[in-house]
């Protein structure tokens, strides 16, 4: 092997000097890591400079391949790099690269294994294994090196793990006791060779070792991840119990496997020779890396229905998951973000959507990292271009990708494109007998040839035909080939824009009565990817029971799919098609009054949802009338927020409908309505395009009120997202806007989150001076809970400039007035803030049992952030008190929350706490990584607070070992306390003049 990847760098069988430069070792790993396949010049430089390139990126990239090319000719002879207009590949056979061999081998042992050939499956992960000389890639920095090399470093654990199985099978068990030890203690945290190190001692007769093994393992697992074990380690203590220990559990998929294809058409015709390439594409594919198949065709040719066959024919080769999602390429909606898809994929891998990070390469990196270990099958259904499959396709080896377009999408490298052409009329025919019924076409055959004919050999067309029979039973099929010869020539129009297909959709439509009709018509309307009775019924004026029997008909008539019990949908080209209809024969008033009645039914199903988590603020605020429909409106009255996290993908549409068809007030009043939910869920894209969408429909309303309403929560989307300035932005409009329409209230409102947000940038004068003046317009107007608002944060305040008595003070009576009000949320963040201040007090007893009783009634009213923040304080607590495991273990909970949720001001803040408890243990290497990454993101988002801890936890941990970077980091650190005027000011200055004796002690010595 020439190249290898499984450990440092290697070219030509060496680990020297070959290739030195840095960025050139980015970019060769860069290729390795995607041998065979093109890597485009923008992700090469992305690789180089970790997302922040310099205007002269593309030159020096090609300096570097001109070097690399120079080096590797003299290394290893051939030429190695290809340069593609779209990039770079490295050309390099399958047995040149250890990466390559290593998922050749453990294929073949994966296969030798399956068919109980123990001792060859044996040799060959052994072989496989034998490749690796450390971790990937070690030793270079770039972000998407690493990426590749953590996948690579995954599926080495994997392979360990299944040979240790293999190796168990064989009866082994006292040779891999000493192995198993060690892997265990290298991989802390996996569970199955717990379970296969348990299962060794209890066949070498050591009993006692095994369960001592599991006992190990939950106190592991409960101190870094707050878990306990899994099922498959449990279910192993158990066995061992009662001594009813056979093979070892199979826990390489921890998740039952999800299965979301959609069910395969059972009148699925033809297409043998397509389906033949396909399977067999698969079978012969490289098994070191994924396969993808690109299935691209005009509308209606039967992409999707082809597409999800295969992958029902080849589910058994993908045991660990088969998943679909709809990409929306070529639909009346817009074609969904690669951001969006993969939270669709993830949440149907089992991953919970608090896991599911906000930025868009983290979101890829975990899809990837998930599929690492797993055998999946995905269906890419109606892709719109290359950009947005790209970040959706999976990477690692056992992965199989189906993608569907209307488009050809050439810009997939490495991709062979199966063009879908329309059915051979043989399987035209079938198609409609099929349909219609056998008999009927086996009696008039020349009929049946002339319909197929005329619907152009086109899968959707045909089957709209056949369905038109098979629903008349008294027409001929020369009827029906009758009627179509009297419609305009279907051939010629399938080059114009899909006509064929609308002709066909109109022969269906016309025989419906006209109540369908209309209800189909207006379906077109419908913004969404899916609806059900209730809202059709709002659209259409209906009934609710009308309504349904309508949607009935039309799923009868397969002009409306029902992918599941009560949700339906229009495919894309019947929307275009029944939007072509309404526009064509309702007049704009009734297309607009429609709409009207959805978004109405809407905002109040949305108000009533959102009643328990809004506390009777938001009718108050939205000035709601009576519901055009209250007898659509009242089942959503208790249904909450199952009811919206269900709608949660129709919310934004609904918001953008309301704005593009110039229902302003019900764009803005929606977007307002759903903003408590898809805030406290953290659906921060859904949030922010909501917010944007209700701001400009405000806007274009004239409602200088409405206005103001969505600036002030579009500020606290981008108060969530740590983008201060933004959020200041937005505030200071509203408050602009209330002040001069007079609306005091609202515009104490707009000065209270103007103080919140100059807290958080470390503008603690100006943060109070906005408290006192919101505290004293609440008090004015007998607001207690504006009054309650305005004292905690008065009290955060003067809590961070060393004030403590008024802070007490503040924070008492905010908890009087909340539990007056019976305001257990507000209960919770006043306890938490009195005693924070008892800790700065070092009255810890107090404080403890006052976080106690806060985390229990932020856990009860859903206040995660509250949730991570107590528990951090806990962690302080028990710090001070020196208890530094237990105090470890509460941060840990509380960085996890905080990264779910994405806060990046709590997870700064968590991150400096951890860091000053691992250094007051001695671990000052691990204090000085999350000081290093909580001074990142604090940077980022401009927290002064945060930056100036982070600085004294890393100057703290530099005292000794380089004083001059540690004396750097506190003249920082107090530059921004004394901006801020905060007492940790005074101990950085001690610090320092403790630093300035050491040296001139030091001096004299």
């Given amino acids: 092997?020439?190249?290898?990847?499984?450990?440092?760098?290697?070219?030509?069988?060496?680990?020297?000097?070959?290739?030195?430069?840095?960025?050139?070792?980015?970019?060769?790993?860069?290729?390795?890591?995607?041998?065979?396949?093109?890597?485009?010049?923008?992700?090469?430089?992305?690789?180089?400079?970790?997302?922040?390139?310099?205007?002269?990126?593309?030159?020096?990239?090609?300096?570097?391949?001109?070097?690399?090319?120079?080096?590797?000719?003299?290394?290893?002879?051939?030429?190695?790099?290809?340069?593609?207009?779209?990039?770079?590949?490295?050309?390099?056979?399958?047995?040149?690269?250890?990466?390559?061999?290593?998922?050749?081998?453990?294929?073949?042992?994966?296969?030798?294994?399956?068919?109980?050939?123990?001792?060859?499956?044996?040799?060959?992960?052994?072989?496989?294994?034998?490749?690796?000389?450390?971790?990937?890639?070690?030793?270079?920095?770039?972000?998407?090196?690493?990426?590749?090399?953590?996948?690579?470093?995954?599926?080495?654990?994997?392979?360990?793990?299944?040979?240790?199985?293999?190796?168990?099978?064989?009866?082994?068990?006292?040779?891999?006791?000493?192995?198993?030890?060690?892997?265990?203690?290298?991989?802390?945290?996996?569970?199955?060779?717990?379970?296969?190190?348990?299962?060794?001692?209890?066949?070498?007769?050591?009993?006692?070792?095994?369960?001592?093994?599991?006992?190990?393992?939950?106190?592991?697992?409960?101190?870094?991840?707050?878990?306990?074990?899994?099922?498959?380690?449990?279910?192993?203590?158990?066995?061992?119990?009662?001594?009813?220990?056979?093979?070892?559990?199979?826990?390489?998929?921890?998740?039952?496997?999800?299965?979301?294809?959609?069910?395969?058409?059972?009148?699925?015709?033809?297409?043998?020779?397509?389906?033949?390439?396909?399977?067999?594409?698969?079978?012969?594919?490289?098994?070191?890396?994924?396969?993808?198949?690109?299935?691209?065709?005009?509308?209606?040719?039967?992409?999707?229905?082809?597409?999800?066959?295969?992958?029902?024919?080849?589910?058994?080769?993908?045991?660990?998951?088969?998943?679909?999602?709809?990409?929306?390429?070529?639909?009346?909606?817009?074609?969904?973000?690669?951001?969006?898809?993969?939270?669709?994929?993830?949440?149907?891998?089992?991953?919970?959507?608090?896991?599911?990070?906000?930025?868009?390469?983290?979101?890829?990196?975990?899809?990837?990292?998930?599929?690492?270990?797993?055998?999946?099958?995905?269906?890419?259904?109606?892709?719109?271009?290359?950009?947005?499959?790209?970040?959706?396709?999976?990477?690692?080896?056992?992965?199989?990708?189906?993608?569907?377009?209307?488009?050809?999408?050439?810009?997939?490298?490495?991709?062979?494109?199966?063009?879908?052409?329309?059915?051979?009329?043989?399987?035209?025919?079938?198609?409609?007998?099929?349909?219609?019924?056998?008999?009927?076409?086996?009696?008039?055959?020349?009929?049946?040839?002339?319909?197929?004919?005329?619907?152009?050999?086109?899968?959707?067309?045909?089957?709209?035909?056949?369905?038109?029979?098979?629903?008349?039973r008294s027409w001929r099929v020369a009827d029906l080939a009758a009627r179509l010869r009297r419609e305009r020539p279907v051939l010629p129009e399938l080059a114009a824009e899909d006509r064929t297909v609308s002709s066909a959709f109109a022969l269906s439509y016309r025989q419906l009565p006209e109540p369908a009709q209309r209800m189909f018509r207006l379906l077109g309307l419908y913004p969404g990817g899916w609806f059900n009775a209730l809202g059709a019924a709002a659209l259409a004026d209906l009934p609710l029971a009308e309504a349904q029997d309508h949607l009935d008909e039309l799923v009868d008539r397969h002009l409306v799919e029902e992918p599941g019990a009560g949700r339906f949908r229009l495919h894309d080209l019947m929307r275009e098609y029944a939007r072509e209809l309404v526009t064509a024969t309702e007049p704009e008033a009734a297309?607009?009054?429609?709409?009207?009645?959805?978004?109405d039914w809407a905002l109040h199903a949305v108000a009533g949802a959102t009643a328990e988590l809004e506390r009777g603020l938001l009718h108050g605020s939205l000035n709601l009338r009576r519901p055009m429909r209250p007898d659509l409106v009242v089942p959503f009255a208790d249904a909450g927020s199952a009811w919206l996290e269900e709608q949660r993908l129709n919310l934004p549409a609904l918001v953008r409908c309301a704005a593009q068809t110039g229902h302003h007030e019900y764009a803005w009043k929606l977007a307002r309505a759903m903003w408590r939910f898809l805030f406290i869920r953290c659906y921060s894209d859904d949030l922010l395009a909501t917010q944007l969408d209700g701001l400009a429909a405000a806007q274009r309303s004239g409602d200088d009120a409405a206005v103001a309403t969505m600036h002030n929560y579009l500020a606290s989307v981008y108060f969530r997202a740590g983008e201060y300035l933004d959020a200041i932005e937005h505030v200071e409009a509203a408050l602009k806007l209330r002040e001069r329409l007079g609306h005091e209230r609202d515009a104490a409102v707009c000065r209270g989150n103007l103080g919140v947000v100059m807290i958080q940038l470390g503008r603690l004068s100006e943060g109070v001076e906005c408290s006192l003046q919101a505290l004293a317009t609440w008090r004015r107007l007998a607001n207690d809970r504006g009054i309650s608002s305005a004292l905690a944060d008065l009290g955060m305040a003067h809590m961070l400039l060393g004030r403590y008595d008024e802070a007490l003070a503040m924070h008492r009576r905010h908890l009087l007035l909340a539990v007056e009000h019976g305001l257990d949320f507000q209960v919770g963040v006043a306890l938490g803030h009195i005693a924070q201040v008892r800790l700065r007090l070092g009255q810890l007893p107090v404080a403890i049992r006052l976080l106690n009783s806060a985390v229990h009634l932020k856990r009860r009213t859903g206040n995660r952030y509250g949730e991570g923040e107590v528990l951090n304080d806990l962690g302080v607590a028990y710090r001070l008190c020196g208890d530094r495991a237990t105090a470890e273990r509460y941060h840990r909970d509380a960085l996890k929350i905080m990264r779910e949720i994405g806060d990046r001001r709590g997870e700064a803040l968590v991150r400096n706490d951890l860091g000053f408890t691992l250094a007051s243990g001695g671990r000052s290497s691990e204090a000085g990584e999350q000081h290093t990454q909580a001074l990142a993101i604090a940077r980022k988002i401009m927290h002064r607070y945060e930056e100036a801890r982070a600085l004294d936890g890393l100057a703290a941990g530099l005292r000794c070992s380089d004083p001059s970077q540690a004396r750097r980091y506190w003249e920082r650190c107090l530059t921004i306390q004394r901006d801020m005027g905060i007492p940790e000011a005074a101990a950085v200055v001690v610090s320092l003049a403790e630093l300035d004796a050491e040296r001139v002690a030091a001096a004299h010595r």
């Fill in 591 to 599: 297309r607009q009054a429609a709409i009207g009645h959805l978004l």
């Fill in 1 to 472: 092997m020439r190249f290898g990847i499984l450990g440092p760098l290697r070219v030509g069988g060496s680990e020297d000097a070959t290739v030195t430069a840095g960025r050139d070792r980015v970019v060769l790993a860069m290729l390795l890591l995607n041998a065979g396949r093109v890597v485009p010049v923008d992700r090469l430089v992305d690789a180089m400079w970790d997302g922040t390139p310099p205007n002269t990126s593309r030159g020096q990239l090609q300096t570097c391949v001109s070097r690399l090319r120079r080096s590797l000719a003299a290394t290893v002879g051939d030429e190695v790099i290809v340069t593609d207009p779209a990039g770079y590949s490295a050309r390099i056979a399958p047995e040149e690269l250890d990466a390559t061999v290593f998922a050749r081998l453990t294929m073949a042992a994966r296969a030798a294994a399956d068919a109980d050939r123990l001792e060859e499956a044996r040799e060959s992960f052994r072989a496989a294994l034998k490749l690796w000389r450390g971790p990937a890639l070690s030793g270079i920095a770039s972000r998407a090196v690493q990426r590749g090399a953590a996948a690579l470093d995954e599926q080495q654990a994997v392979a360990i793990e299944e040979c240790v199985e293999v190796e168990l099978r064989l009866g082994r068990e006292r040779e891999l006791l000493g192995e198993l030890t060690d892997l265990v203690e290298r991989y802390p945290l996996r569970e199955r060779l717990r379970a296969q190190l348990m299962l060794a001692l209890y066949r070498a007769g050591r009993q006692a070792d095994a369960l001592a093994v599991y006992r190990e393992a939950r106190a592991v697992l409960a101190e870094e991840l707050g878990v306990e074990p899994g099922q498959a380690l449990r279910e192993m203590q158990q066995r061992i119990l009662v001594g009813d220990v056979g093979a070892p559990a199979d826990d390489r998929r921890p998740h039952p496997p999800a299965r979301c294809l959609p069910r395969t058409a059972a009148d699925f015709t033809g297409r043998n020779e397509v389906v033949a390439r396909l399977v067999e594409a698969v079978e012969r594919a490289d098994p070191s890396g994924p396969v993808i198949q690109l299935i691209d065709g005009m509308a209606g040719s039967g992409k999707t229905t082809l597409a999800v066959h295969v992958a029902n024919l080849l589910s058994g080769r993908y045991p660990d998951a088969q998943l679909f999602v709809d990409l929306h390429g070529h639909s009346e909606r817009q074609p969904l973000e690669p951001t969006a898809a993969l939270v669709t994929l993830l949440r149907q891998l089992g991953v919970p959507s608090e896991r599911i990070p906000p930025s868009p390469d983290e979101r890829v990196a975990l899809w990837r990292t998930e599929l690492a270990a797993r055998r999946v099958l995905v269906v890419l259904d109606n892709a719109a271009s290359t950009a947005q499959v790209g970040p959706l396709l999976p990477a690692a080896p056992g992965c199989l990708a189906l993608v569907t377009s209307r488009r050809r999408l050439v810009g997939l490298d490495g991709v062979h494109p199966e063009p879908l052409p329309v059915l051979a009329e043989p399987e035209a025919v079938e198609l409609l007998a099929r349909v219609a019924g056998p008999e009927r076409i086996a009696t008039e055959p020349a009929a049946a040839v002339e319909v197929v004919r005329r619907c152009g050999y086109l899968p959707l067309a045909i089957r709209l035909a056949g369905a038109r029979l098979a629903h008349r």
